[in-house]
């Protein structure tokens, strides 16, 4: 487990330390939403008390590796205060699986959680997405490249649409080819070098990272019908460019897409107030999934 994973983890725990003894919650552990050769793949679900009928899905992800022992369940507080129920998700990590294989993860559970709305007492056609770094590249790549379902498929979860219906991240990646400025090349190389196991094969070459980065830089996929999204992104971070964020936005408002953000001024990659933060998410998404703006 690489470095820079331990310290946003680590991040996340001083930021919800104050929040430990308040857990106010029903908590489902290790709820199987996909096989993978031969490897079970599992998300926690949290039913807050009050529940107000929808659902959000938060990608545990950093460097886009993932575990069970990094879910917070204090870090969901906002979000469980104000009745959304919240499933925690852990995907197939680098280096034994690449990006294209890890996204292929979230479009299963978010068909998955969508199959399973009723059960869980939540709106199946309105579904958020959340999460900080390689967390927040997946929940935008959601919210530009959700697919519809295969009604020919024997497996009823693969008939259901991956869509979802608005995002809220913390200092994403959304364009490797263009990292902190024009023609920087970040795929598996450079600033992104020690995450090179991600990336995979298709990082060894020039040629094939030019080809590779448009393929899973969530920038180039915006549409008019992109999910909203909203970014909070410290304008000194050392790993993921502000630009990043800023150029994300940018191609949002040139489409109509509503889209914010959020600039935490002098702040690195991660800060110990993001859980308070958290409650501008949660503001985010129900403005977008419950139709109440403040």
């Known amino acids: 487990m690489n470095s820079l994973f331990l310290r946003l983890v680590l991040l996340l725990a001083i930021a919800v330390c104050g929040y430990a003894a308040d857990q106010n919650f029903v908590r489902t552990r290790d709820v199987i939403y996909a096989r993978k050769f031969g490897t079970c793949l599992t998300l926690d679900v949290f039913q807050p008390p009050n529940t107000n009928g929808y659902g959000v899905l938060f990608m ?3 460097g886009f590796f993932s575990s069970h022992e990094a879910i917070n369940p204090p870090y969901y507080k906002q979000l469980l205060d104000r009745g959304y129920t919240v499933f925690a998700v852990v995907h197939g990590s680098q280096p034994k699986f690449h990006i294209p294989e890890i996204l292929q993860d979230i479009h299963r559970v978010v068909r998955f959680v969508r199959h399973n709305a009723k059960s869980y007492g939540i709106h199946p056609g309105k579904l958020g997405i959340t999460g900080g770094s390689a967390g927040g590249h997946l929940s935008l790549t959601m919210a530009t490249q959700g697919q519809p379902g295969n009604p020919q498929s024997r497996d009823p979860v693969e008939r259901e649409s991956s869509e979802i219906q608005a995002a809220a991240c913390f200092f994403p990646p959304t364009d490797f080819l263009n990292w902190g400025a024009p023609g920087v090349d970040a795929v598996g190389v450079g600033p992104l070098a020690q995450f090179k196991p991600a990336f995979g094969p298709k990082s060894d070459t020039p040629a094939s990272r030019q080809v590779f980065g448009k393929e899973i ?10 999910a909203p999204a909203l970014i909070i992104h410290g304008d000194r971070d050392r790993l993921v ?13 040139e489409l109509g897409v509503p889209a914010k953000l959020i600039n935490r001024p002098d702040r690195d990659h991660g800060w110990k107030e993001m859980a308070d933060d958290m409650s501008l998410f949660a503001d985010w998404f129900d403005e977008h999934l419950r139709g109440i703006k403040k």
């Open 60 to 62: 545990v992800s950093g």
């Open 217 to 226: 830089s969530p920038l180039n996929f915006v549409t008019k019908t992109s």
């Open 241 to 253: 460019p502000f630009q990043q964020a800023e150029i994300y936005i940018r191609k949002c408002e």
